[in-house]
Structure formats: structure tokens, C-alpha cells
């Protein structure tokens, strides 16, 4: 028996899967296996995996049981099969050269580790990072990745000590599942990891990423329209505080949670994202219920254009210089401006380059953030031609920052995430907000003050 096992879990990825496959052969066939759990997808994975890949193990589930019920399938079978290392691996990422090895290593050497995962990089730009582990603070009830937007050859080659990291890929051994068992199936999708890896930090388990071994991941596209992500999230963030109390006291992680409620379905409401507002509706409505699991519900709408149409309504064709001063003077972190920012600049890309310019005065931002931008918009200059008429594109660290300013008639103002701030916002539309957000409120109260099925 090879010490590793390799699981990985697969939901209609077959442009994916095979690739997974392939680096993990590639790369460490000497020392893992792999399982592969498929949730009883619909397209070729199956035949595929047993056509290019025979000798590998194949699950194939009855019934789709999420991401969460896979790779709970696979860490159980892997360590009542009595490897000593598990590694789990989505369907759409890849293991480069050393990085299972090397995670291996790191347990070997460092036994009060009982989780490590790489580098996250984007499979799009390997130079990229996506993130390097991240922490969950219960001042804002989110969770915060590390060095994200980064370049990865500029990222410290330290340990990073954290709350979780990623099941996209991450190790742990055979004797941490048997102590604090597998993922928790209730969650289907999101937040699994993070509660997993909490849970092995309880159990008094080091989560490190490392720096030094990385992997690359495609994700979800930032043009996805299935807006059922969004009841996960929603739905899954209130079960994970719930379940740790001890870290989350109640009554500051509600607290922190509506508020994040008030913003975000204010954000929705006023930039014309009605559609995701029904998806974290329900999931609100079924953690209140105690409705866990795979969603069983109607359909959500998909995503609309509505944000779009906006956007380009709120910032029409033209040139445009950008202002950071309000980001550059608040009280965030460099690292924090630096990432926002390379973030930020990168998103201008959703524009076309025939119908929008941005101009930066290059003096006026971090001297690294140049260097760390991978990809540099075109359209997004140092310099324009000096005829060129411009109006000011102020941008604000979080929409509610620009509350008490007024822009100026030559002046558009968003923050770091295109958020945009209308000029006028009738009566109704704020009663209209004012109310749901007092509803979810309510409800995220009650949920909290049930105990914990």
C-alpha cells in the first residue's frame, strides 16, 4: 500500500476530472493512490475515468450527497482502508511536481500538524495566488483568505498558521479522521472545510499552509449565473457559527451577521441583484427550519444583467481617472490596500478597452502594486493624452464609506467591488429594503437562540 491516498470528489467535471487524475499520476505515483468519489454525475465522467484510467478506485454514489457527503465518502474509506496520509483534491484542480510529496513531508516532520494544504494559485495565472489558508473572525463573521490577488514568487515562504485551508487540496493523516471524524455531510456545499478544519484545531491540531508547494485550482467563474451558491452560503455560514460557540460566541457573531445581512441586501437591492436575494432568502429561511442537506426546493433564478446594465448606466463610455486617496487613507491594512487594489484594477477588465479608459497617477499608489497586478488591464493606463477629457472615478473601500459624501457632477464614486451609490433612492425602494433586512435579522436572531440540533 502506497502511504497516500488521493481522494477526489467529481460532479459533472469531466473537462476537469481527467486532468486531476492525470497530475496526481504524473506527479506522485510512486506514493498515492487515488479514489475517486463520483456524485452520480449526469455527463462522461464515469466512462471516461474507466476508459483513460482503469486501475484507479471509483466510487460511483446513487445519488448526488454534495461536496461535503464525497469527500466524507472518500476520508472514510481511505482510513478504514488504513492509509496513513489523505489528501483531498477537487475535480478541478491539479498537483504540481513536489506539492504532494512535499505535504507529506511537512506531516512527517511536524506531527503536531494535523492539516496542510499548498499555495492556491489560479489555473488561468499559475502566478496568481488564490489563496494561502485563511482565517474566519467572528468581528465580521467572514472568512479572510491570505495573500489573494498576489503574486505567488512575492508571497512570504513562511508556514501560514491558520483556521482553515481549502478542500480544493489539502492532507492530513489517517489518525487526525479517526479522532475527529470526516466532513460534516449536513453542509452539501460550503463552509465543510472550514468547519472540518476547526473542528481539528479543537481537537488540538495545527492547520498550516505552506508556502512552498502549490496547486492550481479553477474555480468559479465570476460569470457563473447559478445563483444557488449563494443559499449555501448563506445557509451553511449560520450552521458553522452555530456549531462553535466556544470560538463564535452567539451573541457577537449574530451581531456580526446581521450587519454583513444589512449590507449585502442592500448592496443587492440598490445595484439591481434582485435575483440573489431570493437564493439567500431561503437559505436563511431553511438553517431557521432545520433543513440541511441537498436544496430540495424550486429553482432559483440565474443570475441577470441587471448589475451590468447598471454598471454601465452609472459609469457610461468614457475616460476616467481613478481616485484611491479614500482607500490610501483608511484604516486597512497595507496589505489589505495592496490586494484590494491589484483586485480591483484587475476588474476593470469587465469593461470593453473600445469603450472605457482608466488613468492612474502611478505615484500615487503602493510602489509594489505594479509588480503584483498579473493582469494588467490595457485599457487602464499611467497616462493620458493630455486633450483627453476625464471624469473622476472616486473609489471608497465599502459603498456605506461614501454615506456622507457627495460626488461632484463630474465625479462617479464605487468602492473596491463596484458597488455602486445611486444619486437618488426613493422613499419606497428604502422602506422596501429597510423591511427585509429587519425580517432576516429576526430570523438569524431565532436561529441562534435555538440550540444546536
Known amino acids: 500500500m502506497k502511504p497516500i491516498c488521493v481522494v477526489i470528489c467529481n460532479f459533472n467535471k469531466q473537462d476537469f476530472v481527467l486532468g486531476a487524475i492525470a497530475s496526481v499520476q504524473q506527479t506522485a505515483a510512486d506514493i498515492a493512490d487515488i479514489l475517486v468519489v463520483d456524485n452520480a454525475s449526469t455527463d462522461q465522467s464515469v466512462a471516461l475515468i474507466r476508459d483513460q484510467f482503469p486501475d484507479i478506485r471509483l466510487d460511483v454514489l446513487p445519488v448526488n450527497i454534495g461536496g461535503s457527503g464525497g469527500f466524507a465518502h472518500g476520508m472514510r474509506a481511505a482510513q478504514q482502508a488504513g492509509y496513513r496520509y489523505i489528501a483531498l483534491l477537487d475535480n478541478d484542480a491539479v498537483v504540481l511536481p ?19 494544504g499548498p499555495a492556491m494559485c489560479k489555473m488561468d495565472t499559475p502566478e496568481m495566488v488564490q489563496e494561502v489558508g485563511a482565517n474566519v473572525l467572528s468581528e465580521d463573521g467572514a472568512f479572510h483568505l491570505n495573500y489573494p490577488s498576489e503574486r505567488y514568487s512575492a508571497i512570504p515562504a513562511e508556514l501560514v498558521e491558520c483556521d482553515y485551508v481549502p478542500a480544493c487540496c489539502l492532507m492530513t493523516t489517517g489518525a487526525v479522521i479517526a479522532q475527529v471524524g470526516v466532513f460534516d455531510e449536513h453542509f452539501f456545499l460550503y463552509w465543510d472545510d472550514i468547519d472540518w478544519c476547526v473542528r481539528v484545531k479543537d481537537a488540538g491540531w495545527r492547520v498550516v499552509a505552506d508556502p512552498l508547494v502549490c496547486a492550481l485550482h479553477k474555480g468559479g467563474g465570476v460569470n457563473a449565473t447559478n445563483t444557488i451558491p449563494r443559499y449555501y452560503y448563506w445557509r451553511n455560514k449560520l450552521r458553522f457559527f452555530r456549531k462553535h460557540p466556544q470560538r463564535y460566541p452567539a451573541s457577537e457573531i449574530c451581531a456580526a451577521i446581521t450587519r454583513d445581512l444589512a449590507r449585502s441586501v442592500t448592496f443587492q437591492r440598490l445595484n439591481a441583484m434582485d435575483e440573489l436575494l431570493v437564493a439567500l432568502r431561503q437559505g436563511i429561511c431553511d438553517a431557521e427550519a432545520g433543513i440541511w442537506g ?68 502611478a505615484s500615487a499608489l503602493p510602489a509594489e502594486l505594479v509588480s503584483r497586478v498579473v493582469d494588467w488591464p490595457a485599457h487602464v493606463v499611467t497616462t493620458l493624452p493630455v486633450a483627453t477629457e476625464c471624469k473622476r472615478l472616486t473609489v471608497v473601500p465599502h459603498l456605506f464609506d461614501a454615506g456622507t459624501l457627495q460626488p461632484a457632477p463630474d465625479e462617479v464614486m464605487t468602492d473596491l467591488f463596484w458597488n455602486l451609490l445611486p444619486q437618488a433612492v426613493s422613499g419606497a425602494t428604502c422602506l422596501t429594503v429597510a423591511t427585509e433586512i429587519d425580517q432576516l435579522q429576526r430570523q438569524v436572531q431565532h436561529f441562534f437562540a435555538q440550540e444546536e440540533a
Do not use: W
Open 98 to 116: 513536489g506539492t504532494l510529496a512535499g505535504m507529506m513531508s511537512r506531516l512527517e516532520r511536524q506531527t503536531d500538524i494535523g492539516v496542510v
Open 294 to 361: 441537498r436544496y430540495q426546493g424550486d429553482a432559483f433564478p440565474e443570475r441577470g444583467n441587471g448589475k451590468r446594465q447598471l454598471l454601465n448606466s452609472m459609469i457610461p463610455p468614457g475616460h476616467y481617472q481613478l481616485d484611491f486617496s479614500a482607500v490610501m487613507n483608511s484604516q486597512m491594512s497595507a496589505s489589505r490596500k495592496v490586494n484590494s487594489l491589484c483586485r480591483f484594477i484587475t476588474s476593470c477588465s469587465q469593461f470593453a478597452a473600445t469603450s472605457h479608459t482608466f488613468s492612474i497617477t
